[in-house]
């Protein structure tokens, strides 16, 4: 076959914008296969994270109450998705006291004197969501995953409980579910959250210490806050990615 | 062909072991890995529509005000505005579906008031908290207060 370079130009040119339109209907066909179901919630629009405010924190437990209720969670103490801590500290230089009675199910009973020269507060903790998890790196199967949304997941169907993952995790945010003897842990109520709700926890907390934030979504609130306050996340020095924000974090916190 | 495979045999046998040993893994491999691995990265695709379908348990207060329009103004107006319905009233989600299903509980006043508002040094200064004994006389909180709108005119 005779041809000349106007000839090649001609064709190349006609291939490259004829395989523009192919590739994107190959991709709408490729995600249409896959969740035909729910074409209301697009992932690859979120990216989800929560910023909890230490200043609002009352520890009045409702939070945890409400993730054991939502995500059917064992009673016993011990398993939790969410929990809060109470912090005492007396000097920056000692160990800050910690207590986190049955993870603050049934509220903190006053146990300091008012006026002993101490700070106290409280630090609701959970699964940082981290962008790069320790967690998800461990796990041999697969059973634990970044979503492409944000939100760290656990596949209940696929896990071992081989326990590795509840040892990576900096945080401390995973169990062994005695019941399936797999792992469990928050998952910013995933089930909640794709279906246009609020977490369980945020719906429930009081104070609005806890906000579940979407940082993707350019009218979310989030960009302003993390803008205008002194934001801080757990253990920053292992880069995990944490998307937990804490506003007012205390030094001692760990 | 004779003289291509002379002196050649123990490396065709060799070869079709191999051969068969691929063949072996490709077919395993379809066989064990599950549908959708590897289509987001190293875990089923099916696990997100897994989580998905959970049931939701705690309805919102979306659906509470749908409904209940004058509680959800009243609590609007006070210093209650950002509690949720469920934080006070229980998860209600079959009740939003179905009203009748399930009816939810009335609160005791006397003991759910005191789990945010009873003092603590640890809650933060300028949150609204009371010392029992000294507050009040044992009765429940809402012969004073309005429990959706607590900052407004007491009862009388």
Sequence with gaps: ?254 | MNRLFKDKEHLVRVAGLFAAGIVLFVIARALFVPKGFGQYGHYRAGALADVRSKPVVYAGRGACVECHTGEGERLKSGKHKGVGCEACHGALAKHAADPSALKPVKPDPKTLCLTCHQMNVAKPAKFAQIDVKSHMDGGPCTTCHDQHAPDKEPKK
């Design chain 1, 1 to 254: 076959m005779n041809q000349d370079r106007r000839d090649f130009l001609v064709r190349a040119g006609k291939v490259l914008v004829l395989t523009a339109p192919a590739a994107a209907y190959w991709d709408a066909l490729a995600a249409g296969k896959t969740e035909p179901e729910e074409p209301a919630y697009r992932m690859a629009d979120h990216f989800w994270g929560m910023i909890v405010d230490i200043d609002k924190c009352i520890g009045c437990g409702s939070c945890v109450r409400a993730c054991k209720t939502e995500n059917n969670v064992p009673l016993e103490p011990f398993y939790f998705r969410t929990w809060v801590e109470r912090y005492h500290v007396e000097s920056l230089s000692e160990h800050p006291e910690v207590d986190s009675p049955n993870g603050g199910y049934n509220g903190f009973p006053e146990k300091y004197a008012a006026g002993d020269k101490a700070k106290s507060f409280f630090v609701p903790k959970l699964c940082n969501q981290c962008a790069h998890s320790p967690c998800t790196q461990v796990c041999p199967v697969g059973a634990t995953f970044e979503s492409p949304d944000g939100a760290v997941l656990i596949d209940q169907t696929y896990c071992l409980g081989c326990r590795y993952c509840v040892q990576a995790c900096p945080y401390g945010c995973r169990f062994i579910d005695p019941r399936t003897n797999t792992v469990d842990k928050c998952n910013l109520c995933y089930h909640r959250i794709t279906k246009g709700l609020t977490t369980a926890c945020c719906e429930n907390c009081p104070t609005g210490a806890r906000q579940l934030v979407d940082l993707k979504d350019p009218r979310d609130p989030v960009h302003e806050f993390l803008r205008t306050h002194k934001v801080h996340v757990l253990k920053p020095h292992m880069a995990t990615g944490a998307k937990l924000f804490y506003n007012a974090l205390d030094g001692s916190v760990r």
